[in-house]
């Protein structure tokens, strides 16, 4: 139990046999114990806080665990299991950490059980009773020990995550610090070579010539990109990217510039030339548009005459045609009183002859009236008694059909075992539809 223990994570501390931590600080996770010295104390010189020390709690959780180890590993393995239960009694921790010497322990537990004791007696009843409590009991202490070493080992965990929590963070702010001219310089960097790039970029895109560009705005973007400083030391390794970038957008637009000079100086001629055309066209059309007016009056002039001597040849033929009219209708009414004389003559003679022929139809149609009725009475009574026929045929073919049916079904029901009354009812509790999802087709 007093053997040497040493623990290499950083050198300097030096806490007692059960580690309690370093005077100095709240704890000591780097420590070294030797035989010759049982005082704390910390050798990395005198702090406010000494984070590279574990705390005097967690020290000790570690070295429980330690004696616990460097119990079982001194115990031999020829070690008897009486010598082991004492050790387990003294300390139930120590079968959490050897499975084999809890296997020695648990055989030498077991043997020890009464399995002779007799249970119909009193004292084997109370020694059976007494084990089963003992084996209980040696189990609430093994949990009572699990629990505890679990328990502190959360605790030592949730304060080891905290502290590396605090040191990360301060480790970090370090390191920020520490590289922030390095990070500077790089931002900086990045933003002189992205506006280089931009730079580079608008240069080679005023370089693009479109359809709505015209010469004085190629001049003017042309003027600009030849103005344009190229700084060898801002622009550093795109120096020479950029130099070819301007040379070949001012060469671009330099071209662009005398083919849209050119072709603005032929679309001023094209232009000079279509209003001369214009111009020409417009005199002809004015002389077309005098002509036509004068043609227009003559043509106007002529049938304005052509109108009066026609409109006075049709008041002469009017005045003609009213004359011959009125002639022909004093004609016509004359004509049209004799015809109506002659035709009142006619119509009473016609009258007359017609009121007899009349009178003869009248007595004629009565006649025949009498004939009418007398056939049609007789033929509706025939008719009459050809529908009762028909219909007293029709039931009796009906009632046949039925009695053929309903014979054919009952015989059917017969030839099934059915005798023939039984047969005959069924028949007609189908009929009747007393006999669910059954019927008989007439």
């Avoid at 000790?60 to 082991?84: H, K, N, V």
């Avoid at 590289?179 to 933003?191: I, N, S, V």
Wanted: glycine residues 4%.
């Amino acid at each position: 139990m007093a053997r040497d223990r040493q623990r290499h994570d950083r050198p300097g501390h030096v806490l007692n046999e059960r580690g309690s931590g370093c005077a100095l600080g709240t704890g000591g996770a780097p420590w070294v114990t030797t035989p010759s010295s049982s005082a704390l104390r910390c050798q990395l010189g005198a702090r406010a806080s000494c984070l590279a020390c574990w705390s005097a709690r967690r020290s000790s959780i570690f070295w429980e665990l330690s004696d616990m180890a460097t119990l079982a590993l001194d115990m031999p393995a020829e070690q008897t299991g009486t010598e082991l239960t004492v050790a387990v009694q003294a300390n139930p921790g120590i079968v959490l950490l050897d499975t084999e010497k809890f296997d020695v322990w648990y055989e030498n537990l077991k043997a020890s059980a009464p399995t002779d004791a007799d249970v119909t007696t009193r004292k084997g009843q109370e020694a059976l009773r007494s084990f089963a409590a003992k084996v209980r009991s040696e189990k609430a202490a093994i949990d009572k020990a699990r629990l505890r070493l679990t328990k502190e080992w959360r605790d030592m965990t949730a304060q080891a995550n905290e502290a590396g929590k605090t040191i990360g963070e301060r480790l970090e702010r370090l390191a920020v610090e520490v590289r922030k001219p390095l990070t500077d310089w790089e931002e900086a960097e990045k933003a002189r070579i992205a506006e280089c790039e931009a730079t580079i970029e608008r240069i080679i895109t005023a370089g693009t010539v479109t359809l709505d560009d015209t010469a004085a705005s190629v001049r003017e973007r042309g003027a600009a990109i030849w103005q344009a400083e190229i700084d060898a030391e801002r622009f550093g390794a795109l120096f020479d990217r950029a130099t070819t970038a301007k040379d070949h957008t001012v060469s671009l637009l330099k071209t662009a510039l005398a083919r849209l000079t050119q072709e603005e100086a032929d679309r001023a001629e094209l232009e000079k030339l279509r209003a001369a055309a214009a111009e020409r066209e417009a005199r002809e059309q004015a002389e077309r548009e005098a002509r036509e007016a004068e043609e227009i009056a003559a043509a106007e002039a002529k049938a304005q005459e052509e109108r009066r001597v026609a409109a006075e040849k049709a008041e002469a033929e009017r005045i003609q045609r009213v004359e011959r009219e009125a002639a022909e209708r004093a004609q016509r009414e004359a004509e049209a009183a004799a015809r109506a004389e002659q035709e009142r003559r006619d119509r009473e003679h016609a009258e007359a002859l017609a009121a007899e022929r009349r009178r003869a139809e009248q007595a004629e149609r009565d006649a025949q009236a009498e004939r009418d009725r007398i056939a049609a009475a007789e033929a509706a009574r025939q008719k009459e008694a050809d529908r009762l026929a028909a219909e007293q045929a029709k039931r009796d073919a009906d009632q046949k059909h039925r009695t053929k049916v309903k014979t054919a079904a009952k015989e059917a029901l017969i030839t099934c075992g059915a005798d023939d009354e039984t047969a005959r009812k069924i028949v007609i509790a189908i009929i009747a539809g007393e006999i669910p999802n059954v019927s008989l087709r007439f």
